[in-house]
């Protein structure tokens, strides 16, 4: 028996070494896979170069012939944490594999977390501060603020309560990382069930806020144009616009937020600083990943394009999702 709890002792203190570890170079991404001769290609969501896939894990794999029955050139939507280089993409941990090329206008905005099932349908999104339950076929919509969350090992659970004329409903949503498969044959790496008093539904579960992957962390001028404009954005609205200082070598930063104005505009509000005054741009999210400039500026001239960068942008705290 000590010998037991000796063993026990050492694998809780080294069990996070027993799972493998992200690369800090890991993002969170998403795309299109295609199969081609003897290998894979990826292409990012809003962005239109295809690049190499250097290492793709057997489920993909197999999930991609399952889903187009061994034919080359189908579009497979994939999301997933990603490893990415001049020599291509390497997919460490796949979240979600199905869909197409329409699954890249999926933005989920708003949403951290999606939970949603069949039989009968249901969907409980977690935005911000709040719970939401969506029950179709009963025609309900329930709201749960401040919804509290547990983690028991690797399964998470929020719990929301609702009072209504003195009485209470309770909310309980799971979601752990078990394989799921919903009724299109989608295949998800998260399982998801709700509880509403004693109704009980499962499902799948997903990520949310996807428009912030269509970003870049940095956006640069083309090496050929005559300028050093750069734009850096963060995953809290913040940004800085890097120009020149006049006619020489010094740069500038400036500080201000962003915010994307429907699918295709980033509006741009920079602070401004005596003798500098506050400034408005914006801009147009081309198909390739580009912002365009709107109008002429005075010191950039017109017809401005950045050119993002390979990191995309991410969410401000993923270690609060399963």
């Known amino acids: ?95 979600l594999l199905g869909g197409g090329l329409e699954a890249c206008v999926q933005h989920l905005t708003g949403v951290r977390l999606l939970g949603i099932g069949g039989a009968p349908d249901w969907a409980v999104r977690l935005e911000g501060s709040r719970m939401v339950l969506e029950l179709p076929t009963q025609r309900r919509r329930l ?50 069930r709700a509880d509403l008093e004693g109704e009980l539904f499962s499902g799948c579960a997903r990520y949310g806020d996807l428009q912030l992957l269509d970003l870049a962390t940095r956006y640069d001028m083309p090496v050929q144009a005559r300028g050093r404009l750069s734009l850096l954005l963060r995953e809290d609205g913040s940004a800085r616009l890097v120009e020149p200082l006049g006619q020489g070598t010094a740069l500038q930063a400036r500080s201000g937020h962003w915010r994307l104005i429907g699918d295709h505009s980033l509006l741009l509000e920079l602070e401004g600083k005596p003798p500098q005054e506050a400034e408005t741009l914006l801009w147009r999210r081309q198909r390739d990943g580009r912002l365009v400039l709107i109008g002429e500026h005075p010191r950039y001239g017109k017809a401005v394009a950045l050119d993002p960068g390979m990191i995309p942008l991410q969410w401000r705290d993923p270690e609060r999702l399963p």
């Open 143 to 192: 709201i749960f603020s401040e919804p509290q969350l547990t983690r028991w090992g690797q399964l998470w659970q929020w719990h929301g309560r609702l009072s209504r004329s003195g009485d209470t409903l309770d909310l309980l949503f799971e979601v752990e990382p078990l394989p799921c498969r919903d009724r299109a044959g989608h295949w998800y790496a998260l399982t998801a």
């Open 1 to 95: 028996m000590r010998l037991l709890i000796t063993l026990l002792l050492m694998l809780l203190s080294t069990g996070c070494q027993l799972l493998p570890s992200r690369p800090d170079t890991a993002v969170y991404q998403r795309g299109i896979l295609v199969q081609r001769g003897d290998g894979y290609r990826f292409r990012a969501c809003a962005r239109q170069e295809w690049q190499p896939v250097r290492e793709l894990p057997t489920l993909v794999a197999a999930e991609y012939q399952r889903q187009h029955s061994g034919l080359a050139e189908m579009p497979l939507y994939v999301e997933g944490f990603m490893v990415q280089d001049e020599n291509g993409w390497q997919l460490l941990e796949p979240r």
